[in-house]
């Protein structure tokens, strides 16, 4: 914690490696660190993959916190990492930027699967995310995120997200978003239109045909989902939609077969 601010800054890490010995077969967890209100917890039977779950030990992020989360993944290990509840970013009384970064690398043979609860960025909040994400020829990685732009009834604070991804050494993947009073066109068509809750789902390397091939539809829930190939081994797929339940039901059905693959 800051002694001039008060606000946390806090950095937690996880390893996974391929067991060995005893425990051929299995992934291990040689690190487990957490740190302030990233509380990270190993779940379910020890096996082919490890699953760990972060849990928030405190509100926010508040306006000021710096967060950071570093997950490196072995040869051969495979690594569900899921959230606990959704994150709610909260203003501070000075009006400070919140700050959460995660970083990941993946080695050959490699698979890390992350699915994250949504972020919610609440009114007058500022808030930035960043997640970087490195992949080794022969690795594999799932990702998924989902923000919201305000709770219900509610005019959101700024965000702004930045994604930035390499496969075997090169550049793959650079995507950002802001959202809130301070980009005038957030909300014009050219970027989330009347949506207000956004999805993103990207499979890199060997998890690349988990996801469906590129396409472009719409549901009766007025759910808008693309798919793309990237120029490289990956596919990212994103979703719009005016509120979770219908967006998170969509993107279910489309990675059923993703979610099952890292067992």
Not at 91 to 105: H, K, N, T, V
Request: charged share 15%; aromatic share 2%; glycine share 14%.
């Amino acid at each position: 914690m800051s002694p001039t601010s008060g606000s946390f800054t806090a950095a937690a890490r996880l390893t996974a490696h391929a067991g060995a010995g005893p425990a051929a077969g299995t992934t291990v967890l040689p690190e487990i660190v957490s740190a302030g209100p990233l509380v990270l917890r190993r779940t379910g039977p020890r096996g082919r993959a490890a699953t760990v779950h972060l849990v928030g030990a405190g509100a926010g992020p508040l306006g000021g916190d710096r967060l950071d989360l570093s997950v490196v993944v072995g040869a051969g290990a495979r690594l569900r990492l899921r959230s606990v509840g959704a994150t709610l970013a909260l203003p501070s009384r000075c009006g400070a930027r919140s700050f959460a970064q995660l970083s990941a690398d993946v080695a050959a043979g490699g698979w890390l699967d992350v699915s994250l609860e949504p972020l919610v960025v609440a009114a007058r909040a500022c808030h930035a995310g960043r997640t970087r994400l490195a992949v080794a020829d022969g690795g594999g990685l799932l990702w998924r995120e989902e923000l919201v732009t305000g709770r219900s009834g509610e005019v959101p604070g700024n965000a702004s997200t930045a994604l930035r991804v390499s496969y075997a050494g090169r550049p793959l993947l650079a995507q950002d978003l802001t959202v809130g009073p301070d980009e005038p066109w957030w909300s014009s068509s050219a970027v989330l239109g009347n949506a207000k809750v956004v999805a993103t789902v990207l499979a890199v390397g060997v998890a690349m045909d988990l996801l469906p091939a590129p396409t472009v539809l719409q549901d009766p829930a007025g759910v808008l989902v693309t798919v793309a190939q990237l120029a490289g081994p990956g596919r990212l797929l994103t979703a719009l939609g005016p509120e979770v339940g219908a967006v998170r039901r969509l993107v279910d059905q489309l990675t059923a077969v993703a979610e099952q693959a890292c067992g």
